[in-house]
T-cell receptor, first 114, second 119 residues
Framework: SQQGEEDPQALSIQEGENATMNCSYKTSINNLQWYRQNSGRGLVHLILIRSNEREKHSGRLRVTLDTSKKSSSLLITASRAADTASYFC??????????????FGGGTRLMVKP | DTGVSQNPRHKITKRGQNVTFRCDPI?????LYWYRQTLGQGPEFLTYFQNEAQLEKSRLLSDRFSAERPKGSFSTLEIQRTEQGDSAMYLCASSPTVRAGLAGWSEQFFGPGTRLTVL
């Protein structure tokens, strides 16, 4: 079973609106990362937030992490049609000998309409 | 292009055939990962190399799956006696070794993937 679960599974908004995606996970983590995947392509790293951080910003992206609730959110402000993609949260677990193995959720499919 | 590359990009095979995929990581990255992604799902971790050593392989899906990284550079993933359920996207990723004092900084760089279709 997957460690993280994203909510909603699909989101459709108009260009210029904000998009918020949520991720919940089950066990203690080293960090949580968000990736984007365009249809049929590889994943692109967006942002990493460590377990001792609560909020992080990168351009139009804002990520929050609540370790007490085992949840994270990704906010994309002023969305653009080019933001249309699937967004995945991934957790890195403190597992010996597994390097920084990532466990992904099922993703949120975002569509931004022009 | 100095990113992670994977070949082939697409592979169609008949059930029962063996297939092999190649991954070339970013040259200075010591760590290499294989993931499988089925339609509508997130990637699922398969195995991991630190240089040429395969440090985690218990999550390979069955004994039909094997991976190598003989010289600590490129890696291959082989699936023997393919089944229709093996149809998926196989993703490779690499990352640098985390230096002491930088725990928790561990972005992975993904290749474009190899899409396998088993008929």
């Amino acid at each position: 079973s997957q460690q993280g679960e994203e909510d909603p599974q699909a989101l459709s908004i108009q260009e210029g609106e904000n998009a918020t995606m949520n991720c919940s996970y089950k066990t203690s983590i080293n960090n949580l990362q968000w990736y984007r995947q365009n249809s049929g392509r590889g994943l692109v790293h967006l942002i990493l937030i460590r377990s001792n951080e609560r909020e992080k910003h990168s351009g139009r992206l804002r990520v929050t992490l609540d370790t007490s609730k085992k949840s994270s959110s990704l906010l994309i402000t002023a969305s653009r049609a080019a933001d249309t993609a699937s967004y995945f949260c991934a957790t890195e677990l403190p597992v010996q000998n597994a390097g920084n193995m990532l466990t992904f959720g099922g993703g949120t499919r975002l569509m931004v309409k022009p | 292009d100095t990113g992670v590359s994977q070949n082939p990009r697409h592979k169609i095979t008949k059930r029962g055939q063996n297939v092999t995929f190649r991954c070339d990581p970013i040259s200075e990255h010591n760590r290499l990962y294989w993931y499988r992604q089925t339609l509508g799902q997130g990637p699922e971790f398969l195995t991991y190399f630190q240089n040429e050593a395969q440090l985690e392989k218990s999550r390979l899906l069955s004994d039909r799956f094997s991976a190598e990284r003989p010289k600590g550079s490129f890696s291959t993933l082989e699936i023997q006696r393919t089944e229709q359920g093996d149809s998926a996207m196989y993703l490779c990723a690499s990352s640098p070794t985390v230096r002491a004092g930088l725990a928790g900084w561990s972005e992975q760089f993904f290749g474009p993937g190899t899409r396998l279709t088993v008929l």
